[in-house]
């Protein structure tokens, strides 16, 4: 039976998609080994033909050794545009592949492309504010086993970015490619994090006037998220990434010497305390520790109030975990169905901000095609329509620049 687009979206993520050298890609997004290195796939739009969920974007591994022994193959058909085939079944699912931004190639006034300050993945921008995160310059690293950002920043973004340099290229995909959100994210910066993105809140929501989304190692002294709330943003995330300690520790080894555990969950609850609901989030990664733990993960999270943000683990070239395996279907679509069942259990409202699609995760908004069709499903349907609902004036407003 052909899987549905959130299904597909999860299958993609654990196989990978082979691309034949006779598909043409030109005008698509190019494959970008930005930040942590997520984003070393294909960016793809899937049609979902859902009332709950429009459509799915997803970055598909394609450059993995996994994804070059995938089952699912892209095709381009002059007739029917582009689709992706399963050879197990032959099943064939319509695709669109978004369209590189007009501005990436554009230079900031201090002369720098504009792909190397930020890229677009799904609807919204991302972009990696500080110079590397301090856990690759240990002795020996100490970096996330995962992560890729001590080979990309510097190399395939520019390493220093300015506040100009970031405000004209979040101006270009605002007005250019109708992004409403940017995330700002960094490494470990020791105590000064969010004082280094604080001027960078601020100049973009008075220039510009976008939600700005921060997610940065957590502080110590919690009056800083404060000032970041009243600098005016929007959305603040966490990255846990896993919840056993054991294997916290020996996959992300920075985070648990100088951080722990609970740092981050405390810090999660003192901004869940004071921004509106559903503007917190707690990130885990899913197919590197047992799932009991990614599930125990997920109702941590979400009974702080903060929705979980649940990346499948992908093995990133050139990363220590390269060689690991991805995870298989079966799990994934067992945590992101728990993912839609801790939501709906706590009431977040997952999926009321404006058009943001993120490609490298499954958003918890799509995870409601994968739910029961039972009484409880439609009631917080009915909620979340209603949020989303009362919150459009409000995010019209924040859309504002305020300067
Ligand atoms: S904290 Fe970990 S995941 Fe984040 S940039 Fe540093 S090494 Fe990478």
């Known amino acids: 039976m052909p899987l549905n687009a959130c299904e597909l979206e999860i299958d993609l993520f654990c196989r990978g998609m082979r691309i034949p050298d006779d598909v043409a890609l030109e005008g698509a997004r190019g494959i970008t080994r930005t930040r942590a290195g997520l984003g070393s796939g294909l960016e793809v739009v899937i049609p979902a033909h859902s009332s709950v969920k429009d459509e799915i974007w997803v970055n598909v591994p394609v450059a ?16 029917s545009g ?15 592949l978004p369209a590189e931004p007009s501005w ?20 919204y921008l991302g972009i990696y504010l500080n110079m590397v995160c301090a856990f690759w310059k240990y002795d020996p690293p100490l970096n ?9 920043v510097g190399v395939a973004e520019a390493g220093e970015k300015a ?19 940017v995330h700002l994210n960094g490494g470990y910066l020791g105590s000064r994090g969010i004082e280094f993105a604080l001027p960078y809140v601020k100049a973009i929501k008075q220039q510009v006037g976008m939600l700005v989304g921060v997610q940065l190692a957590p502080e110590h002294d919690f009056t800083r998220y404060d000032d970041l709330i009243a600098a005016g943003v ?23 010497l100088v951080h722990g555990q609970q740092l981050f969950l405390d810090a999660m609850a003192h901004c869940v305390a004071r921004m509106p609901r559903g503007a917190v989030s707690g990130e885990i990664i899913a197919g590197i520790e047992p799932v009991k733990h990614t599930l125990a993960a997920i109702d941590c999270i979400a009974a ?10 992908r093995p990133t070239i050139g990363s220590d975990m390269e060689s690991w395996p991805p995870p298989s279907y079966a799990d994934m679509r067992r945590v992101m169905v728990h993912v839609y069942e801790a939501c709906r259990r706590n009431w977040l409202p997952i999926g009321a901000a404006p058009n943001i699609e993120v490609s490298l995760v499954v958003n918890p908004d799509e995870t409601p095609l994968l739910a029961e069709r039972t009484m409880r499903f439609y009631v917080y349907e009915v909620f979340r329509k209603a949020v989303k609902l009362a919150a459009t004036p409000i995010f019209r407003r924040r859309l504002h620049a305020t300067a």
Not at 71 to 76: H, R, V
Not at 104 to 123: A, C, E, K
Not at 245 to 252: L, S
Not at 306 to 313: E, L, N, S
């Open 304 to 313: 702080l109030g903060a929705f979980p943000t649940v990346c499948i683990f």
């Open 104 to 123: 990436y190639s554009r230079l900031t006034s201090r002369d720098i492309p504009m792909r190397r300050i930020g890229v677009m993945q799904g609807t």
């Open 64 to 79: 993995e050794s996994f994804a070059h022994r995938s089952p699912y193959s892209l095709t381009d058909d002059p007739a």
């Open 163 to 181: 506040v100009s340099d970031v405000v004209e290229t979040c101006r270009a995909a605002r007005e250019e490619s109708g992004a409403t959100f």
């Open 144 to 152: 996330c086993r995962f992560c890729t950002t001590g080979q990309n």
């Open 234 to 256: 929007d959305h603040l995330s966490f990255c846990l990434e896993l919840l056993e300690p054991e294997w916290f520790a020996r996959v992300c080894p920075g985070k648990a």
């Open 82 to 96: 582009y689709r992706i085939v399963d050879v197990r079944d032959d099943a064939s699912y319509a695709v669109r």
